[in-house]
């Protein structure tokens, strides 16, 4: 199975527990710009697969190739290469995710980067359509500053492959409609209920909140968490959204728009 079997299962698991378990159950499964968001599924996923298995394995491999006689620790058999499986995964995951922290912090601070990143805080009923609603330069942004430097390590490809699968499930879990809660948990995990207020329209807690895609450790550690237990935001979006168009050409255009 490639990458592209698994998301279509995970997103059809995610399909049947959102009816079992709702968070909001009076939001229509047939949502505005659900047909949109469907495109980004297959676009995005097809993207992200072509660039994480194929472009990123092969631009990490040639820049390890040229960079071998510096970096001692990319060669084959190296420390993370010896170390079994599981621990690689284990490794690969928390790197990725601190990474993906990061990352994500530039997609919010960085103006340009802002742009397109905007594409995704456009969502305005939350579901797991909705984790993939996003530009695909900001595929390019994640995979190249993620999977590049990851890959180099010299890791195994297919624990890199199982974390890549392991972050779209919690991906997909992080934007659900359902109703659950993961308890003290949360101050480890990312959920939907925390997540929910990464989208949050208003300046509430300040814009900058809840970076974390598996864990939401980072946040809590760094100081960007940010979780009213008691209640959801009031609307999700961002502030001026209304600048976003609703067709698919042209919010694909939009972060290439030159606006004052
Ligand atoms: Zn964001
Ligand atoms: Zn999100």
């Known amino acids: 199975m490639n990458y592209w079997h698994y998301l279509a299962a995970i997103s059809a698991a995610f399909v049947l527990l959102e009816r079992l378990r709702p968070a909001r159950p009076n939001q229509p499964v047939l949502r505005p710009q659900l047909a949109n968001d469907l495109f980004y599924v297959a676009f995005n996923g097809h993207w992200y697969a072509v660039l994480t298995g194929t472009l990123t394995g092969s631009v990490a491999l040639s820049a390890r190739d040229l960079l071998e006689p510096v970096l001692a620790f990319a060669e084959p058999g190296t420390a993370l290469g010896r170390m079994p499986w599981a621990l690689q995964f284990v490794f690969y995951l928390l790197a990725s995710d601190f990474l993906q922290w990061c990352v994500h912090n530039l997609l919010h601070r960085v103006p340009l980067l ?17 984790n993939f609603r996003f530009h695909w330069v900001e595929v390019v942004v994640y995979r190249s500053l993620l999977y590049v430097p990851l890959a180099m390590l010299g890791g195994s490809g297919s624990a890199l492959f ?31 209920r925390m997540h929910l207020w990464h989208h949050d329209a208003s300046d509430e807690g ?26 959801a935001p009031e609307r999700i979006g961002y502030p001026g959204d209304e600048e976003m168009p609703r067709d698919l050409p042209r919010q694909i255009v939009f972060p290439f728009a030159r606006r004052r």
């Not at 802002?114 to 359509?129: A, G, I, L, T």
């Not at 909140?209 to 008691?230: E, H, M, Q």
């Open 114 to 130: 802002w742009n397109f990143h905007k594409v995704h805080h456009s969502v305005e009923r939350m579901d797991w359509v909705g």
């Open 162 to 192: 199982w974390v890549a699968v392991f972050s779209t499930a919690w991906g997909h879990f992080n934007h659900a409609n359902l109703n659950v809660s993961i308890g003290p948990l949360g101050y480890v995990f990312n959920s939907p």
């Open 206 to 231: 300040g814009v900058a909140k809840n970076f974390g895609i598996v864990f939401s450790a980072w946040d809590w550690l760094f100081g960007t968490a940010y979780w009213p237990r008691d209640r």
